[in-house]
Each structure stands twice: as structure tokens, then as C-alpha cells.
């Protein structure tokens, strides 16, 4: 496990209003989603999607976990190829969570308030990880985003793919 953790730890202000706009999150934390409205033909509206709150952001991230490497004189430590074995290793540890669960359902209603929690602290630290291999590798992460997700949607137009799990290679034109 990473030793950031907490917001206070990183001098990230809580200023952020507890409910989201969607009143899907408190906190950051995800509360249980409301059920499926019916319409007068039969129809389902689904809710308001789960959103993240506003802060961080990337950027204060990575500033964040670069101020923690700093003080603690470990940049010599956080090489590309080891934070990328820190970063699997942490994605392993999210597995075990979800190891012989079977499905989960969204929200994770079934789960405790404890094994949310520790949840959070595994994405987080895979989250970081990732954020400073990006910083490492001078990678712009979120405009990296951006030209990725204007790829995928080149090579899977939701007029063609609409309902499918099939790979872009097996679409014919």
C-alpha cells in the first residue's frame, strides 16, 4: 500500500459540498442509487450517473504525491518501470476485493462501509501511481484522454456498435 492517504495528509481543503449534483455522492462516497423511473408508456429512465467531486484535480494530484516523493527524498525510488510494478501490484490488490464475489452490482450495495473504504484507498493508490508514471513519462494525462477518447470514438461509432462487447477489428463496413 501507498503511505499518502487522506486529504488532510495532502493539505487538500474538504470545501467541496458533501451531496453531488446528482445526490448520487456524499463525501465522495457513493450513496444508493435510486431506482429506475417509470414512464407513462413503460418505459425506464435510468438516474443521474455517479460524478467525482471537482477537487482534486489531476493536476493536484500529481503536485500532491510529487511534494510526498520530494520531502521524503524517493524520486530516485520512483523510476518508470517501478512505479509501473508499484501500480500493477496496486491493481492486484484491487482484484483481491473483488476475488470470488461473483458480479458485483454498481453502488456496491451489498458491501460494507469498511470494505468501501478500502476500496477507496486501493483506487487511490493505483490512481497515483498512475498520475506520477504519467508525470515520469511526460505524459499530458488528461489531454492524453481527450485524443484517446476522440479515437474510440472513430473506432466505435455508436451507430455500428450500439449494444455490442465485440472488438472494433470485427465490425464490417
Not at 40 to 56: I, K, M
Amino acid at each position: 500500500m501507498m503511505a499518502t492517504n487522506g486529504k488532510e495528509a495532502c493539505g487538500v481543503k474538504d470545501d467541496v459540498s458533501p451531496v453531488s449534483s446528482n445526490g448520487s455522492a456524499v463525501n465522495g462516497k457513493a450513496t444508493e442509487a435510486p431506482p429506475l423511473s417509470k414512464l407513462q408508456n413503460g418505459g425506464a429512465v435510468r438516474p443521474e450517473r455517479f460524478t467525482f467531486s471537482p477537487e482534486p484535480t489531476i493536476e493536484d494530484i500529481r503536485r500532491m504525491q510529487a511534494e510526498f516523493t520530494d520531502e521524503r527524498d524517493w524520486n530516485q525510488f520512483h523510476q518508470p518501470r517501478n512505479l509501473l510494478l508499484a501500480m500493477v501490484g496496486e491493481v492486484g490488490e484491487v482484484a483481491e476485493l473483488f476475488q470470488w464475489r461473483g458480479e458485483v452490482a454498481e453502488g456496491l450495495p451489498d458491501w460494507t462501509e469498511s470494505e468501501r473504504e478500502h476500496l477507496a484507498h486501493e483506487l487511490s493508490d493505483v490512481m497515483i501511481y498512475l498520475v506520477e508514471l504519467a508525470e515520469k513519462c511526460h505524459v499530458d494525462l488528461p489531454q492524453a484522454v481527450l485524443r484517446k477518447m476522440a479515437l474510440n470514438r472513430l473506432k466505435y461509432p455508436a451507430s455500428k456498435v450500439h449494444g455490442s462487447a465485440k472488438k472494433y477489428t470485427e465490425y464490417k463496413d
